[in-house]
């Protein structure tokens, strides 16, 4: 629940298909329960807009610019994600979750988003310094050269993915789950061969 500021625009429960954002710019304002589906917003200024309990399907969001947006409660679905910086969105109420999305180069940096999910996504050089990832589940993802630093992994699920390198010396983990076939990849500071 948030207060609305005055004079804001609010769409409630609109869709918008196939809409080029790159042309013409997403009005500022406030989204609540919207969706938005084949959308291109590669680019686009995103900055102070907020997305509540809304469904992103098959949209492009590329270098989107996120300063101070809100998302919150917000389902990304099929995406293409790269390089965004969620570290720069609004933080209070931040809830996200990722089905099917490419978030390769993205940066969550310092950020608490304990429960998240992310379900069969890629990973690859994301950031997850300093990140509060408490019970996040990480659904068959490939972190190859995803950066966990200071991170809190604890009650993480990370049984079904792959590449990751996680050193048990700089992060929390307490009670993460992983599989006997990823268990490498706490290992790697160590520079030791597991063999099968």
Excluded: W
Aim: hydrophobic share 35%; charged share 25%.
């Amino acid at each position: 629940m948030y207060l609305r500021g005055m004079g804001t625009n609010v769409r409630i429960a609109k869709t918008f298909d196939k809409c080029d954002f790159k042309e013409k710019p997403l009005e500022k304002g406030e989204y609540e329960a919207c969706t938005f589906t084949g959308c291109d917003f590669s680019n686009s200024d995103l900055a102070e807009i907020h997305f509540s309990e809304c469904v992103f399907s098959h949209c492009n969001l590329s270098m989107a610019r996120l300063f101070s947006t809100a998302l919150r409660d917000v389902t990304f679905v099929e995406c293409k994600m790269l390089g965004l910086r969620f570290d720069t969105c609004m933080v209070f109420g931040l809830a996200f979750r990722f089905e099917n999305c490419t978030l390769n180069y993205s940066s969550f940096y310092g950020l608490n988003i304990k429960k998240t999910v992310f379900k069969k996504c890629s990973m690859q050089e994301t950031d997850f310094t300093e990140c509060d990832l408490t019970s996040a589940v990480f659904d068959d993802c490939d972190l190859f050269r995803a950066t966990f630093e200071k991170t809190i992994l604890v009650k993480a699920d990370l049984r079904s993915s792959v590449h990751f390198s996680i050193d048990p010396a700089t992060n929390r983990l307490k009670k993460a789950r992983f599989s006997m076939n990823n268990l490498s990849g706490l290992l790697d500071r160590y520079d030791i061969e597991i063999e099968p």
